[in-house]
Each structure stands twice: as structure tokens, then as C-alpha cells.
């Protein structure tokens, strides 16, 4: 009788992101399986852990000569106003589980709760994947994705945005704005202000500037800024990621007078075009919360909503961590914030908005 083949065993262990020899086999096993993202790369846990001083723990399951069979990117988010976190994958819409079996998908979530305990983190989120176990809640009703095909050319993509929308993009195309993109550090700097502006506009606090730079940095040629200017001033702006040819328009906004000169969208028409030219076939507008504006835009645009599914776990009388600004609670604050002067609001903003994730 044949003796018994002995399978290797499955360790796990935290990813040194600081190593480029691990993050190219990251790399190869993220853009090799068909559930990953741009949240799954290392660049992306590294860059928000430089940017907003949140600590990275990228979780590995590795057997054997197999080498890499799932990851799990994480950040521990603490915010002194919303109290701590463990995310996967912090700061992105997207995130979870990326396993070649079951069995894999339960290690990592252990483990995944196991650090959260360790590091006094009474909840964990997961964004997407497969979900981690029982123990873990699931809420597939607050949050839509927005993606769809890109056309063929300008026209095509025209007819493929409903009428009404369709209307106000030829009208924006009418106007004579500056279009550029690129990294070039004067159109990082407009599109901080830009972005700046809008989300002051919106009543929440700005990101760090520094997670702007660390992106465009540890993405290289896969990310870029493009700015509509009227007159040389900058009024929209959009950091986007390239990745298995889908743009993901990420960070964006117009100032006051991008509503009167339908700057914001020239600016997502622009970037479908200049997606395109980079030989992109998809668009994923990103995710907005049910019934609001955005995803209305979004809709206005021909994308169909899809439910995103994410996971939590919470520790013992303990409570899932609520930083959402929409969040009726938080109303008079939104409100207070959209009336501050920028100067004060992009002094004061990096410091809440580093710990929300």
C-alpha cells in the first residue's frame, strides 16, 4: 500500500511592504486572481499608511511550493472622535478576502480578528470578498458600485449617457476649458485645492494632502491627476487609478463656478476619453450610499447600481464604528464645517479625516 501523501500546511503571517521582492509576489498573485482590486495591492495599503500615518498589516496564507494561495490587506484605523478599526482594505471602497479555497478564507478571517483583539480594535470591516464566517454581519443595503463598458469613441459614448445628461456634457463642451493630465506637481497642487474646496463645500473634512502624493507615487504610471481650468484657473479636478484596463476616477471635485461651466462633466467626458486612449474598456465611477445625490449623478450617467456587500465582526458589547457624515447624528456638525473658511478647514480637516478610513 502507498503511504499517505502529506499535504503541505497553510501559514499565515504579516507581508513586509517594505520589501520589493514580496510586493512584486503580491503583485503577481492580486492581478492574477479574478475578485482582485487596486485596494489589494500593496502599493495602495502602503500609500495610505504613509499618507494618513495609519498602520498597514498585510495578512499572507502561503502553502508550500505553492507560494501565495490569499491575502488580506488590512489597516488599523484609530481616530481619537471615532475610535478604532480594523479595515480591509482602509481608505478604499473595495477590499476582503482574496483566497484560492474556502479553507483559506476562514485562516485569514481568523486571523484577521485574532490581530484586531491584539490590537484593541473592538470591530473589523471588511469591503467585499467572500464572506470571512458566521461570526461576521453582513450589510449589502447602504452602499452602491457604479461600473459599466466604456464606448468606442467620443460619439458612441455620447449615446450611451442618457438624454438628459447627454444634453449637459455636449453643453459643457461648448466651453472653452484647459484640459491637462498628468503628474506634473502643478496640477497635483490644483487638484488638492480643487478637491479641498468641494469637500469643505460638502460639510466634511479634506484627506491628508501627503495620502494624495504617496498614491501618485507608489502607483507610478497606473495614476494620474486631470484638471479642467477656465481662464488657467483650475475648477474640477479627479485623481484617478489605472488597473486590468479599468480608470477608477477616485478622488474629485469642483469649486463654485464648476456648476456654471458643467466643469465636472468635461471632466468625467475627458476622462473616459483619456481612459480610452490608455487603452482602458471600463469605467468604475466607485461607490456612493442609497439615495443620495451622487449616486444619482452616477445613475443620470447610465450606470446601473450594484449592492456592495461588506462584512463586520464586533467584539462583546461593543458597537459597529460609525463615521459616515451622513449619518443624521452628525448633521449640525456637516453644516457647521461647509461654513468654515478653507484656510481653517484644510488646516484642521487632515487631522479628523486621517483616522475615518
Not at 502561503?62 to 490569499?70: D, H, K, Q, T
Request: net charge positive; aromatic share 10%.
Amino acid at each position: 500500500m502507498n503511504a499517505p501523501v502529506r499535504l503541505p500546511s497553510t501559514t499565515l503571517r504579516v507581508a513586509d511592504l517594505a520589501d520589493p521582492a514580496e510586493r512584486a509576489r503580491i503583485d503577481t498573485f492580486v492581478e492574477a486572481h479574478p475578485d482582485g482590486t487596486p485596494f489589494h495591492l500593496p502599493a495602495w495599503s502602503a500609500a495610505v499608511e504613509k499618507g494618513c500615518g495609519q498602520k498597514a498589516h498585510y495578512l499572507l496564507a502561503e502553502r508550500g511550493e505553492l507560494g501565495i494561495v490569499g491575502v488580506m490587506p488590512l489597516t488599523e484605523l484609530h481616530s481619537p472622535l471615532f475610535g478604532r478599526v480594523l479595515a480591509s482594505a482602509g481608505f478604499g471602497v473595495g477590499g476582503g478576502i482574496l483566497a484560492d479555497k474556502p479553507e483559506v478564507v476562514r485562516l485569514l478571517a481568523e486571523a484577521c480578528w485574532q490581530l484586531a483583539v491584539r490590537l484593541s480594535c473592538p470591530s473589523a470591516e471588511v469591503r467585499g470578498g467572500p464572506r470571512p464566517g458566521p461570526e461576521w454581519s453582513v450589510d449589502d443595503s447602504h452602499y452602491l458600485g457604479f461600473a459599466r463598458d466604456l464606448a468606442a469613441d467620443d460619439e458612441a459614448e455620447l449615446l450611451q449617457i442618457p438624454r438628459k445628461q447627454r444634453a449637459e456634457v455636449r453643453k459643457s463642451l461648448g466651453y472653452d476649458l484647459g484640459i491637462s493630465v498628468g503628474q506634473d506637481s502643478a496640477d497635483i497642487a490644483a487638484h488638492y485645492a480643487v478637491y479641498a474646496e468641494s469637500v469643505r463645500n460638502l460639510g466634511t473634512p479634506v484627506f491628508p494632502r501627503r495620502l494624495f502624493t504617496e498614491m501618485l507615487h507608489e502607483f507610478g504610471k497606473a495614476a494620474d491627476v486631470l484638471i479642467v481650468r477656465d481662464g488657467g484657473n483650475a475648477v474640477a479636478g479627479v485623481l484617478s487609478l489605472y488597473w486590468r484596463g479599468t480608470v477608477y476616477p477616485y478622488w474629485g471635485g469642483g469649486t463654485a463656478d464648476a456648476r456654471r461651466l458643467r466643469a465636472n462633466d468635461r471632466m468625467y467626458f475627458e476622462l473616459m476619453r483619456h481612459a480610452r486612449e490608455r487603452g482602458c474598456t471600463r469605467f468604475d465611477f466607485g461607490r456612493s450610499k442609497v439615495g443620495t445625490g451622487a449616486g444619482a449623478f452616477k445613475k443620470n450617467w447610465g450606470f446601473e447600481p450594484q449592492p456592495l456587500t461588506y462584512y463586520d465582526r464586533v467584539a462583546n458589547g461593543a458597537s459597529i464604528r460609525d463615521a459616515n457624515p451622513l449619518n443624521p447624528k452628525y448633521r449640525l456638525q456637516v453644516a457647521v464645517w461647509s461654513k468654515l473658511p478653507l484656510a481653517i478647514a484644510n488646516r484642521v480637516g487632515p487631522w479628523i479625516s486621517r483616522g475615518l478610513g
